[in-house]
Nanobody, 126 residues
């Protein structure tokens, strides 16, 4: 098990940028494939981006390709989501999540992840 804490969410104007961080407890962070998801009011939680154990594989949802960048620093037990050119439709609670230990293939479904943070609110004003 790993405990995850997100930070960095806030109100930002359309076209602006934010960087979200997710810091994990413990000394085995490099053994977890990580993902970012988001959930807008009244909508299902949706995949945003995922990164494998040492960053060799990265996936993005089509809606954020070219605007968002996921990265990780295993020495700091942290995964990041750099969000540029933000749009009002990016408004959501953003969650980071970890897949079961040693799973190497990035998954895009919520059921594949078994550890979740509490979420951080991102609001993009038009």
């Amino acid at each position: 098990q790993v405990q995850l804490v997100e930070s960095g969410g806030r109100l930002v104007q359309a076209g602006g940028s934010l960087r979200l961080s997710c810091t994990a407890s413990g000394r085995t962070f490099s053994t977890y494939t990580m993902g970012w998801f988001r959930q807008a009011p009244g909508k299902e939680r949706a995949f945003v981006a995922g990164i494998s154990l040492i960053g060799g594989t990265i996936y993005y949802a089509d809606s954020v390709k070219g605007r968002f960048t996921i990265s990780r620093d295993n020495a700091k037990n942290t995964v990041y989501l750099q969000m540029n050119s933000l749009k009002p439709e990016d408004t959501a609670v953003y969650y980071c999540a970890a897949m079961p230990q040693w799973h190497t293939k990035v998954a895009v479904t919520t059921i594949a992840y078994d550890n979740w943070g509490q979420g951080t609110q991102v609001t993009v004003s038009s």
